[in-house]
């Protein structure tokens, strides 16, 4: 995240040059507050445009019913989404990606349903590639 950085009247005044830090802050300003960063100002409601009609942008529908909405709406295996997944015989380390075609869904214990499975997967866990068929389930996030 950018930092903010509270500039003085003085540092922005008519006729001086700015300095190297006030050209920073200046430039890095407006990311921190579309960022939230700590002690920038807040965007309120009213500064945002809530007239776009964009088809699909998760904004206006995030808008108009809740982004509990929205991530209800997603469909199961879809991007975005997480899944509890066995990774078969292969370990994984937190962050690791993995083809959908090598990962099944998964119970706790490890028990398996036969589903094709779409797309790239980031491991969000640890999973083991080991005999017990637990350990080989991990918590995983479609990411394509």
Known sequence: MTDYTTLSNTAVGVGGLPSAATVTALRDNPIAIAEGAAGAPRVV???????????????VVARSSGIAGVIAGYSVGGIGTYAMLRNNGTSRDPGSTQTGSLLNYSSAAGDTVTTVISGTWRCMGRALGSSSAAQEVSMWLRIV
Do not use: F, N, V
């Not at 409601?45 to 904004?59: E, Q």
């Open 45 to 59: 409601d009213a500064a945002l445009d809530t007239t776009a009609t964009a088809a699909g942008d998760a904004w």
